[in-house]
């Protein structure tokens, strides 16, 4: 994997990946890398063996995933989503002796059949069929990839090691000991605007007007007779939980499934009703 070049804060990490691989790098006798090299926007930092299966464990890979690992390096990440989970895995790697490395490592594993690495650019090559992402390229770089990544389809799993995306919280943390931090973030499903809503308790239709930043939602919810009470709630990927009155006074909390401009679900303690929501105004 990669990490960004000249930043004080990648010292212990450096002297980390120097104490637990040798200088000459995950190799062969054709190339041999050297932890810390310089590439095109980030220097070479191996992902540590301990880190892997923790990485492709928090994004939750099965089978039926599609993986793209991003500044792939000598393709360990790819690798090990096809071996240990028979996902199918893609690794881009702007460095071509690195990727040829990638690719050469992938037949020794016996994965070429699901394992793909290519040579290029992550800011030019399309990643938009991923269902899971993996990312060791410094916070700077995870924030310009950002937007691309929350245009993604809604769901897409998404895992950093050490470094975060800036004004995007994650959904996840995990601290090993001494380890790398993990960060994971599940992308949301669009839902701001104006929804129309049925099959509350209240009866009638109400006017649902929510405000997005990444996962997190707030807006009114306004009934029949006009009184609008607060809302608030957080998405998981599709799945919206929000709840309905002011902080501290919940009058109602509403599981919903958000598909483009429709929404389904239920109210909290009363399973049997089923609450439909469809957009109206974005």
Request: glycine share 12%.
């Amino acid at each position: 994997m990669n990490a960004p070049p000249r930043r004080a804060a990648l010292a212990s990490l450096l002297a980390a990946a120097l104490a637990a691989c040798s200088t000459g790098g995950a190799g062969d006798d054709t190339f041999r890398p050297l932890v810390g090299q310089a590439g095109k926007d980030v220097m070479w930092v191996p992902t540590l063996d301990g880190l892997v299966m923790p990485m492709l464990e928090l994004a939750g890979v099965r089978a039926d995933d599609v993986v793209y690992d991003l500044g792939s390096g000598d393709g360990k990440i790819p690798i090990w989503a096809a071996r240990k989970f028979g996902a199918r895995a893609v690794g881009i790697e702007y460095d071509a002796k690195l990727s040829a490395l990638a690719q050469r490592n992938a037949e020794r594993a016996g994965v070429t059949d699901r394992v793909k690495m290519i040579h290029g650019d992550i800011f030019k090559e399309d990643f938009s069929s991923a269902t899971v992402l993996t990312l060791y390229l410094g916070e700077a770089l995870n924030e310009k990839l950002r937007p691309t990544i929350l245009s993604m389809k809604p769901g897409t799993r998404v895992v950093s090691n050490s470094f975060g995306m800036g004004t995007w919280e994650p959904d996840r943390t995990v601290r090993l000991p001494e380890q790398n931090p993990l960060f994971l973030w599940i992308v949301p499903e669009r839902v701001g605007g104006t929804w129309m809503v049925e099959g509350l308790p209240e009866g009638g239709a109400a006017t649902l007007r929510l405000e997005q930043s990444n996962q997190v939602v707030r807006g009114t919810l306004a009934g029949a007779d006009g009184r609008a009470l607060p809302v608030r709630g957080r998405l998981d990927g599709v799945r919206l939980a929000l709840d309905v009155g002011p902080e501290g006074a919940v009058a109602r909390r509403l599981a919903l499934e958000a598909r483009d401009d429709a929404m389904r679900g239920t109210v909290a303690g009363d399973a049997a009703r089923t609450v439909t929501a469809r957009r109206t105004a974005r």
